[in-house]
């Protein structure tokens, strides 16, 4: 099986599940058992899902300021989360590769297989969110026409980057790409290098 036929089914079932109670307070739905990779795909997505649906709420014009910054602080930590989770999939593709003989004339991807699947997750919701769109019963049929044009642009390109992070997949199996993973290292999380936060503690 190839690796996006295994992480777009979970990613697909995460925003059926969150869907169910559409709230974004409600609790992790996640099946599968701590520590396999399906359990980090999902967790990837829901996070993802969330913050979606975050997004929607803070874009609201009449918005309390007080509730607004809570949730622009909420949606930081989102970030924070989603970044730690996309680089613990890729210290699970690193476990999974250390052991291949890179050729010597192996190149490098622009980026690790994990940012390409987080990719991949956020274009499910994409997908997701169109598609809704196309069936709005409210909906006037020139909106339901343009939003399946965009629909159609999803789909293609959700098979283009399927295709890419398989044969990405292959490339370093057969030792003909390496990866490398870099930490984000964030610095305006980090009380020792945001100079606002490291200034109050003078």
């Not at 890179?102 to 390409?116: C, F, G, L, Q, R």
Request: proline content about 3%.
């Amino acid at each position: 099986m190839r690796f996006t036929e295994l992480a777009y089914p979970i990613f697909e079932q995460s925003i059926k599940d969150y869907h169910v109670d559409d709230n974004i307070d409600q609790p992790v739905k996640n099946p599968y058992e701590v520590g396999c990779i399906e359990h980090d795909l999902y967790m990837k997505n829901w996070i993802d899902t969330v913050q979606w649906h975050l997004e929607d709420i803070i874009r609201d014009p009449e918005i309390d300021p007080v509730a607004a910054l809570a949730l622009k602080r909420r949606i930081d930590k989102s970030n924070q989360d989603r970044t730690d989770l996309v680089e613990r999939i890729d210290s699970w593709f690193w476990t999974k590769y250390k052991d291949v003989t890179v050729k010597a004339d192996a190149t490098i991807n622009t980026e690790s297989p994990a940012w390409a699947v987080d990719r991949l997750s956020i274009l499910a919701l994409k997908i997701y969110h169109m598609k809704e769109q196309v069936e709005r019963e409210d909906a006037s049929a020139e909106h339901k026409a343009t939003c399946q044009k965009k629909l159609d642009v999803l789909l293609e390109q959700r098979k283009d980057l399927s295709t890419a992070i398989d044969e990405l997949m292959e490339d370093i199996e057969a030792g003909r790409k390496y990866m490398k993973v870099y930490r984000q290292m964030k610095m305006y999380n980090d009380v020792e290098t945001n100079p606002v936060l490291y200034k109050k503690k003078e």
